[in-house]
């Protein structure tokens, strides 16, 4: 008894230790997502999930409240119901930005350890971007952190979102135009990785975008929707859930 006393107390002290450690290579090579992991603890305001400059109009988060709202009914439509509850950071200059975002020239990112955050510049303000990270929030909340990064490949991931973003430079119609009815477009399925999904200009990646989002909304119904996350939940990879 006494020599499993021993071993409990040394396992305690070296997690004590391995912790900070962890912690603190997870901010060098991580800085700006454990900085918004670490938000609670930094010096902005927090009006319900909502953090943000303490200089950030009261005008502008009541704007960014209505579309959250907004968006959330539209992800909620989507699924069924929605399930997820992410907390969201609004940088309203490019100093914050930088300081929270991974990719400050995208208008938003959404962070998955611990619990989905959704960083968003001043660009972000926008209905459709804001339900398309709210839709990477749910997927998440649905299937658990390891099988939305390590199993979901990057064109059903994005596409997936796209559902829900109604961006006109997105449509089906800009695709039609931009693919020549269809003809050429990239073969996503190929693109598991998101370092191969942003590969290329902004115009190719726009086109990933598009083309990933009508992949997926040909395959879409909300019974193969509910069916693949059952799936992986049970263990099975997404090439065997998608298959099924």
């Known amino acids: 008894m006494l020599k499993l006393k021993k071993i409990i107390t040394r396992t305690f002290f070296v997690f004590l230790i391995l912790i900070p450690i ?21 010096g902005f305001k927090k009006d319900d999930r909502i953090y943000f400059n303490a200089a950030t109009p009261l005008s502008k988060i009541d704007s960014l409240r209505s579309l959250i709202e907004q968006a959330s009914i539209r992800v909620g439509d989507f699924w069924g119901q929605k399930t997820c509850n992410p907390g969201f950071i609004y940088c309203d200059n490019e100093i914050d930005l930088k300081k929270y975002s991974i990719n ?28 398309h990270e709210i839709s990477h929030a749910e997927f998440y909340q649905r299937i658990g952190f390891y099988a939305f990064m390590f199993k979901i490949p990057s064109w059903f991931k ?60 040909n395959w879409w119904t909300k019974e193969k929707l509910d069916k693949l996350v059952k799936e992986l939940n049970a263990g099975r990879s997404f090439e065997e859930a998608f298959g099924q």
């Open 22 to 42: 962890a912690a603190f290579a997870h901010f060098i090579i991580f800085p700006q997502e454990t900085r918004s992991i670490l938000i609670g603890y930094s």
């Open 104 to 131: 400050p020239s995208a208008p938003a990112v959404t962070y998955t350890k611990l619990g989905a955050v959704i960083v968003l510049g001043a660009d972000g303000m926008d209905l459709d971007i804001i339900a």
């Open 158 to 217: 994005h596409g997936l979102a796209m559902q829900n973003d109604d961006r006109d430079y997105y449509s089906e119609d800009t695709l039609k135009v931009r693919s020549y009815n269809y003809k050429s477009m990239p073969n996503v399925k190929n693109l598991k990785k998101d370092e191969k999904f942003y590969a290329g200009s902004r115009e190719q990646v726009m086109l990933n975008y598009m083309t990933a989002k009508h992949v997926v909304k």
